[in-house]
């Protein structure tokens, strides 16, 4: 089993759609969960940090249940420029290192 | 205020010979990164330095590959007698903390292609 697993997708969404990813995770010790956005394999980008408590970022809203192990992404009001893959991400130790979902790929059309 | 800069962003070697990236870290972050990206795949961690210290190089191949951080100076991964499958996208980041909440920032990465 992948220490962290997503739908690769693609999800193919108009321009105003709500689109959700679900992401999950199999180390039930992990301690922090991020979501990041790559484009076309460049550098990946920090979209927002996941908190128990839920956390909204304008459009976009993150959830973590360490029940149940899964973290997902809410995109309301899709634009093109969300086109990209997202990338979920956990911290498996107290310390710096990341393990990566191989990302899901979202492509918002007009 | 620069960010995470790598160098150089492509780079092409023949079988056998050596590979230096280099990763220069957000100014004022100690904590320096190395991902690799091969193609249709996920980022996987490889090494975890800070100044002049490897604190984590689990993710590490054993052979050929190293790292590191010196006082002075940028990070260096270095490959040596690079083979085809080492082709892949070379990802560095840096924090400036250790804490794992404290959000990573990346480069912009290094395309190595072994010919």
């Known amino acids: 089993r992948k220490e962290v697993e997503q739908d690769p997708g693609p999800f193919n969404v108009p321009e105003g759609a709500t689109v959700a990813f679900n992401c999950t995770y199999s180390?039930?010790?992990?301690?922090?969960f991020f979501w990041y956005r790559q484009d076309c394999r460049k550098e990946p980008k920090l979209l927002m940090s996941?908190?128990?408590s839920g956390n909204e970022d304008g459009r976009f809203t993150a959830q973590l249940n360490r029940a149940s192990q899964y973290i997902s992404l809410l995109i309301r009001d899709s634009k093109l420029s969300d086109s990209a893959t997202y990338l979920c991400?956990?911290?498996?130790?107290?310390?710096?290192?990341?393990?990566f979902g191989t990302g899901t790929r979202l492509l918002v059309s007009p | 205020n620069a960010g995470v800069m790598q160098n150089p962003r492509h780079l092409v070697r023949r079988r056998g010979q050596e590979a230096r990236l280099r990763c220069s870290p957000v100014?004022?972050?100690?904590?320096v990164y190395w991902y690799r990206q091969l193609p249709e795949e996920g980022l996987k961690f490889m090494v975890y330095?800070?100044?002049?210290?490897?604190?984590?190089e689990s993710g590490m191949p054993k052979e050929r590959f190293s790292a590191e951080f010196p006082k002075e100076g940028p990070s260096i991964l270095r490959i040596q007698q690079v083979v085809r499958g080492d082709s892949a996208a070379y990802f560095c980041?840096?924090?400036?903390?250790?804490?794992?909440?404290?959000?990573?920032?990346f480069g912009s990465g290094t395309q190595l292609s072994v010919l």
């Open positions: 980041a840096s924090s400036r903390g250790q804490r794992g909440e404290e959000p990573q920032h």
């Open positions: 180390n039930s010790a992990s301690q922090s």
């Open positions: 996941v908190y128990s």
């Open positions: 991400v956990v911290n498996d130790s107290g310390f710096q290192k990341l393990v």
């Open positions: 100014k004022g972050h100690s904590h």
């Open positions: 330095l800070q100044k002049e210290n490897i604190i984590d």
